[in-house]
T-cell receptor
Framework: QKEVEQDPGPLSVPEGAIVSLNCTYSNSAFQYFMWYRQYSRKGPELLMYTYSSGNKEDGRFTAQVDKSSKYISLFIRDSQPSDSATYLCAMRTTNAGKSTFGDGTTLTVKP | DAGVIQSPRHEVTEMGQEVTLRCKPISGHDYLFWYRQTMMRGLELLIYFNNNVPIDDSGMPEDRFSAKMPNASFSTLKIQPSEPRDSAVYFC???????????????FGPGTRLTVL
């Protein structure tokens, strides 16, 4: 079993929909939780990070971490066609060093 | 800043040939990571360096893979001999842990798409 499991998708939604992307993990030592966005044929780019449990909001994006359930989510409100990409969750135990990635969920937002 | 630079962007080679992938991290960054991405296995960490020293190479699949970082501005990932199952996109990323109390963000390069025939 992988250390980080991500809902595989793919996901296709109409423009304006609310999107929920989710990951679960098994390593209770993870402290940093990240969401990356990867456009086709590009490298991943950091979208948001959260330290420990709680919520973090940035514009239309909200990241949630529930360490008791070992579950993290990314919500996208008012989704736009430009949000169409693959979203990867990632986690690590310290502020430096290796991150463990989920396999990614491909999202398509249709106009 | 130009970001993380990788070369070549595309490489097509035949089974058994040696392949060398190159990476120039962002200036001043002290961590460098090599990842491999495939549809089947997702994004996997192969090896990472701190201050040019390999810290964790547990993700290197086998002895055919080797990585070096001779100085702070250059790293190579070599596959010798290459096999068709090595076909993947290889990403290099760098980060800085020099500012205490700040989040250590990894910046990814554009990747090298490797095809081994």
């Amino acid at each position: 079993q992988k250390e980080v499991e991500q809902d595989p998708g793919p996901l296709s939604v109409p423009e304006g929909a609310i999107v929920s992307l989710n990951c679960t993990y098994s390593n209770s030592a993870f402290q940093y939780f990240m969401w990356y966005r990867q456009y086709s044929r590009k490298g991943p780019e950091l979208l948001m990070y959260t330290y420990s449990s709680g919520n973090k909001e940035d514009g239309r994006f909200t990241a949630q971490v529930d360490k008791s359930s070992k579950y993290i989510s990314l919500f996208i409100r008012d989704s736009q066609p430009s949000d169409s990409a693959t979203y990867l969750c990632a986690m690590r135990t310290t502020n430096a060093g290796k991150s463990t990635f989920g396999d990614g969920t491909t999202l398509t937002v249709k106009p | 800043d130009a970001g993380v630079i990788q070369s070549p962007r595309h490489e097509v080679t035949e089974m058994g040939q040696e392949v060398t992938l190159r990476c120039k991290p962002i200036s001043g960054h002290d961590y460098l990571f090599w990842y491999r991405q495939t549809m089947m296995r997702g994004l996997e960490l192969l090896i990472y360096f701190n201050n040019n020293v390999p810290i964790d190479d547990s993700g290197m699949p086998e002895d055919r893979f080797s990585a070096k970082m001779p100085n702070a501005s250059f790293s190579t990932l070599k596959i010798q001999p290459s096999e068709p199952r090595d076909s993947a996109v290889y990403f290099c990323a760098s980060s800085s842990n020099k500012l205490a109390g700040t989040y250590n963000e990894q910046f990814f390069g554009p990747g090298t798409r490797l095809t081994v025939l």
